[in-house]
Nanobody, 123 residues
């Protein structure tokens, strides 16, 4: 069982920045690919970014490329999402998740989920 706890959400003005963190309670953090998803009000949860287990290979959706950077620190069991140039449409609850797949982008590929952290971007 892997427990994931997100932090770092909050209210920010458009154009601002936030850094989300996700801490995993496992001794085998580097056995999992990690991902970020988000769910805006009234919408389905969507994939944002993923990072592989060891070599840090990353993948972002087009809507956040150049603005969001996913990274991980395996020594600290921590997943990060650095977000810059935030837009009102980035407003959502952000979830981190863990997967045994190589670089998963589908929700069903992920086994463990955090409770989410709210990000609100005002215009």
């Amino acid at each position: 069982q892997v427990q994931l706890v997100e932090s770092g959400g909050g209210l920010v003005q458009a154009g601002g920045s936030l850094r989300l963190s996700c801490t995993a309670s496992t001794y085998t953090f580097n056995n999992y690919a990690m991902g970020w998803f988000r769910q805006a009000p009234g919408k389905e949860r969507e994939f944002v970014a993923a990072i592989s287990r060891i070599n840090g290979r990353a993948y972002n959706v087009d809507s956040v490329k150049g603005r969001f950077t996913i990274s991980r620190d395996n020594a600290k069991n921590t997943l990060l999402l650095q977000m810059i140039s935030l837009k009102p449409e980035d407003t959502a609850v952000y979830y981190c998740a863990a997967s045994s797949a190589l670089l998963p982008t589908r929700e069903n590929d992920y086994t463990y989920w955090g409770q989410g952290t709210q990000v609100t971007v005002s215009s």
